[in-house]
């Protein structure tokens, strides 16, 4: 049961990543990201990570995509506007650097799977939070740090702006 | 393999059981919009469809709209995206339904030696996953606006963004506090602390324990549902909002799905600040009066009366916000955006540090 929803649940991400990069219409692109996080959502699941699953949909799927939507259906750049294809030369860069990455990605595999250690802690919200104020009390306290100057830059942004 | 079969049997009946509860009751909830406005207005209300001259005061009208919806032209513009425009309202929909799924609506039941959550998905983070569920309703929304080819729709789309953000936020923060109060976002366990009592008399129901939190969650949840007061993405009668391309069934997609989402609001209030399925000093045996009287009851009149007491609650919740939706006139778009970001927001924040300090303290 859990790999044949492992293995649809792979299928589509994969389709939906590739639909993603093969759309020329932006919101295409951006719908296909959103099932391609909802179904990652759905692997952290399977994985017992029901907290990670959860906030994965809610702020990427449920919040940034929405905004990404948002941006998009307001400022949608028509051909005219951007010029000649900006990405031309990262085109170029493009074809090496996949085919690296799928040589790595073959390496690894063909050593088959790392040894498998301890099973994996329970991904309950009550661990999650344990082990977020204990053993990574300091990255998670940096990163709210980062989220705060996020905001703070936005609204200076927004303030100048009005 | 007879195990297997009965976990999907179980499985099977307990999504069922839900499925019928959210749709009958959304599709009820048209004939009480209704009838309830009519009371309000001091008119008669809708009463005029009739099958072999039954009239059952307007009861059958649900059924008639149905047909009307099914038997209307289905029309899409030229110019509209045509994948997106037909999945859009099934996007609303479907969330709106599958949102349901962890909302407990008894508590274990136990045939044989087996025993039974009342609850279709047991999820430890299942407060979340509810909102999830809410969050990704707005993809259908904000689809239809942009797949219509209408600039007016467009817009629609916009405004239903803008406010279901600022609501989604309200509603995440103003939960914070029954979540450190009851320790768990699991709605099983919320539901099961609610049976305590308070000062040996109290049921230490949320609403009890997190008055303002509950105000705040209803307010917000009202402007999930994206109705009056908050209706400004739709505005269908002046401003027009994000499905006026709709016809048909579809368009009674996007109505139902508003309907399911109150039985939804509903429903979360009822599990969170409503005691769940409990039942005041009904305990797993009987009643446990704090003046000292006893009643046993056998274990399946227990779990009937759980059963009943939330489906009444929910009825309620339902009703009273029907009588929100009647009362109320329209936000403006800068009026509900204010009321969310600077209203809800700050107040959903004081009410965790209030929380806090609460249960730090005392």
């Known amino acids: 049961m859990e790999q044949v929803t492992f293995f649809v649940t792979a299928l589509i991400a994969v389709a939906s990543a590739i639909g993603l990069v093969v759309r020329r219409n932006p919101l295409h692109g951006a719908l296909f990201l959103v099932v391609n996080l909802f179904c990652v959502a759905v692997l952290y699941l399977l994985l017992r990570a029901e907290f990670l699953a959860a906030a994965q949909v809610i702020i990427y799927a449920g919040a940034i995509m929405v905004l990404f939507l948002f941006a998009i259906m307001i400022l949608i750049p028509g051909r005219a506007e951007t010029g000649r294809d900006p990405f031309r030369r990262q085109r170029l860069a493009a074809l090496p650097l996949g085919a690296a990455f799928l040589l790595l990605v073959g390496v690894l595999m063909w050593g088959g799977p790392p040894p498998g250690g301890a099973p994996p802690p329970p991904g309950g919200a009550a661990a999650v939070g344990r082990l977020l104020f204990t053993d990574y009390l300091l990255p998670f306290e940096i990163t709210a740090v980062l989220l705060l100057a996020a905001l703070v830059g936005a609204l200076v942004l927004a303030r100048r702006r009005a | ?362």
């Not at chain 2, 209706?231 to 368009?251: A, L, N, Q, T």
């Not at chain 2, 309907?259 to 399925?277: H, M, N, Q, R, Y």
Request: glycine letters at 10%.
């Open chain 2, 1 to 362: 393999m007879s195990a297997v079969a009965a976990e999907l049997g179980i499985a099977l009946a307990k999504v069922s059981f839900l499925m019928l509860f959210v749709l009958n009751l959304g599709g009820l909830l048209t004939w009480v919009e209704r009838k309830q406005s009519a009371v309000m207005q001091d008119r008669v209300g809708a009463n005029r469809a009739r099958i072999l001259g039954l009239r059952l005061w307007g009861l059958f009208h649900p059924l008639a709209d149905a047909v009307k919806m099914l038997t209307k032209e289905d029309f899409m513009p030229l110019r509209a995206d045509r994948v997106l425009f037909q999945v859009a309202p099934f996007v609303s929909l479907f969330f709106a339904l599958v949102a349901f799924a962890t909302i407990p609506f008894g508590d274990v039941l136990r045939v044989g030696d087996r025993e039974i959550p009342l609850q279709a998905v047991g999820l430890d983070v299942g407060l979340l996953y509810i909102f999830a569920m809410l969050s990704l309703g707005v993809y259908g929304v904000v689809l239809a606006g942009w797949a219509s080819a209408n600039n007016y729709a467009l817009l629609g789309g916009q405004r239903a963004a803008a406010l279901m953000i600022s609501a989604e936020i309200a509603i995440g923060a103003s939960i914070m506090g029954v979540t450190m109060v009851y320790g768990s976002l699991d709605l099983m366990e919320i539901a099961r602390r609610q049976g305590d009592l308070l000062w040996g008399w109290l049921p230490a129901w949320g609403l009890f324990l997190q008055p303002l939190g509950f105000v705040l969650f209803l307010t917000a949840g009202i402007a999930a549902t994206k109705r009056i007061p908050f209706d400004f993405p739709e505005g269908e009668s002046e401003i027009i909002g994000y499905f006026v391309e709709y016809s048909g069934m579809k368009f009674g997609m996007f109505m139902m799905a508003d309907f399911v989402e109150t039985v939804v609001i509903a429903g979360i209030s009822t599990a969170l600040f409503l005691g769940g399925w409990q039942v005041p000093y009904l305990a797993a045996d009987g009643f446990a009066f704090p003046w000292g009287a006893m009643v046993p009851l056998p274990h399946l009149a227990v779990v009937s009366l759980q059963v009943l007491a939330f489906s009444v609650k929910v009825a309620v919740m339902c009703w009273f916000l029907m009588l929100i939706r009647w009362t109320l006139p329209r936000f403006r778009y800068d009026q509900a955006m204010r009321l969310g970001w600077l209203g809800l927001l700050p107040l959903s924040v004081l009410n965790v540090v209030l929380t806090a300090g609460v249960i730090l303290w005392v």
